[in-house]
């Protein structure tokens, strides 16, 4: 944990589409955010490093993961503004995708979006989400009330796209092997 990580939690830039930046974060929120991930099984919490710099650029999860019906929210924060645009948030989501549905055995992933986060509609469908629904003024941004965009993965979709190569290409073909 560092003062840029509490710096991203509270920029209204970095979080112009989640609600992190509602109310102020503070070092004791994110101590006590930390220490909740290390002992949950409801989530997969991992820190994006950028292999160019070896320095943590966001963090990706995997959360309210429900193990009976075996299905989890995808969420992600890119916080170096250096890194938006540049396909860190559509790669390392492939990856955790993969090992949502390969190591977790998850049925389905899923994930909602402001309808104007036009980036992440772009990378859901990068990384083969379907649209699934809207959720009608379900935040209140701005001023005004705004809609959520859903969308979900199942794992029979997930595997017929690795298959035939879909996101080896999306990758540049630097996806690691998995077990069959």
């Known amino acids: 944990m560092t ?21 102020p974060n503070t070092w004791k929120k994110m101590r006590d955010y930390f220490a909740s991930t290390q002992d949950t099984t409801s989530a997969v919490v991992l820190a994006i490093i950028a292999a160019d710099q070896h ?3 966001g963090n990706i999860s ?3 993961i429900n193990w009976v019906d075996r299905n989890a929210e995808f969420a ?4 170096e503004k250096d890194y938006w645009g540049k ?9 955790l995708v993969e090992y949502g549905f390969d190591r977790l055995n998850l049925q389905r992933i899923y ?12 990378a859901a469908v990068k990384m083969g989400f379907k649209r699934e629904g809207l959720r009608r003024q379900a935040v209140y941004k701005w001023g005004r009330y705004m809609d959520i965009v859903e969308y979900g993965l199942l794992r029979d979709e997930f595997y017929g796209l690795r298959d035939s190569g879909f996101y080896g290409a999306l990758l540049g073909g630097s996806r690691p092997e998995t077990a069959s």
Not at 10 to 22: F, G, I, K, L, Q
């Open 62 to 64: 995997l959360q309210h």
């Open 76 to 79: 992600a924060l890119i916080g």
């Open 3 to 23: 003062e840029t990580y509490l710096q991203w939690l509270n920029d209204p830039e970095v979080n112009r589409w989640n609600s992190h930046a509602v109310f």
């Open 111 to 122: 994930f909602g979006t402001n309808i104007e986060n036009i980036g992440v509609e772009k």
């Open 87 to 95: 396909g860190v948030f559509t790669t390392a989501g492939v990856l």
């Open 55 to 57: 320095r943590h650029i």
